[in-house]
T-cell receptor, first 112, second 114 residues
Framework: GEDVEQSLFLSVREGDSSVINCTYT??????LYWYKQEPGAGLQLLTYIFSNMDMKQDQRLTVLLNKKDKHLSLRIADTQTGDSAIYLC????????????FGQGTTLQVKP | EAEVAQSPRYKITEKSQAVAFWCDPISGHATLYWYRQILGQGPELLVQ????????DSQLPKDRFSAERLKGVDSTLKIQPAELGDSAMYLC????????????FGPGTRLTVL
């Protein structure tokens, strides 16, 4: 079956790097995603990685994909207080119709 | 910048009442998705439309939930009767046809059933 797991909480100091981890089960997923969700709000697509890539960098964000271990990580460099939010990992699943399978989200707390 | 619109933003209702949520996708987006997000969990797909046709409604509780997208543009999700367990955030998303890799989400409707 399809399942995505994330740790629930991460706390870092402003200026440090944050690393949020995710494991997934469906090795046939074409895309893997990171979304950001602020309290009471919708989801903002941060970045996504195609399954044949190992790494993708976009400004302060670095995504690493280990297909062998079905492990995805999101690194945020120079974390700011405005980065405090819930970060959701998602996979596209085997159907690739658009249905996203989400993890439960990791709450990132950035302390000044 | 084009956005997905949803209304209402908040809805409080009593159990056994009917509720309806509305979504207007980004113009030109043929694919529309309704997700439900229970507090502390990730969103779960309820129904997916391609234009006016349902592509996937396997997780939609069809005894009480219905969804329509009559003209292939905006969409309505209805619950009748509402139950306590339906309290959640209902999120609408849209994407261009053939581009499920880029789904854009609306702000959601927070439903509380008393």
């Amino acid at each position: 079956g399809e399942d995505v797991e994330q740790s629930l909480f991460l706390s870092v100091r402003e200026g440090d790097s944050s690393v949020i981890n995710c494991t997934y089960t469906d090795s046939s997923s074409t895309y893997l995603y990171w979304y950001k969700q602020e309290p009471g709000a919708g989801l903002q697509l941060l970045t996504y990685i195609f399954s044949n890539m190992d790494m993708k960098q976009d400004q302060r964000l670095t995504v690493l994909l280990n297909k062998k271990d079905k492990h995805l990580s999101l690194r945020i460099a120079d974390t700011q207080t405005g980065d405090s939010a819930i970060y959701l990992c998602a996979e596209s699943g085997s159907s690739n119709t658009g249905k996203l399978i989400f993890g439960q989200g990791t709450t990132l707390q950035v302390k000044p | 910048e084009a956005e997905v619109a949803q209304s209402p933003r908040y809805k409080i209702t009593e159990k056994s009442q009917a509720v309806a949520f509305w979504c207007d996708p980004i113009s030109g987006h043929a694919t529309l998705y309704w997700y439900r997000q229970i507090l502390g969990q990730g969103p779960e797909l309820l129904v997916q439309f391609q234009d006016e046709s349902v592509v996937d409604d396997s997780q939609l509780p069809k005894d009480r939930f219905s969804a329509e997208r009559l003209k292939g543009v905006d969409s309505t999700l209805k619950i009748q009767p509402a139950e306590l367990g339906d309290s959640a955030m209902y999120l609408c998303a849209s994407s261009l046809a053939g581009r499920p890799d880029e789904q854009f989400f609306g702000p959601g409707t927070r439903l509380t059933v008393l």
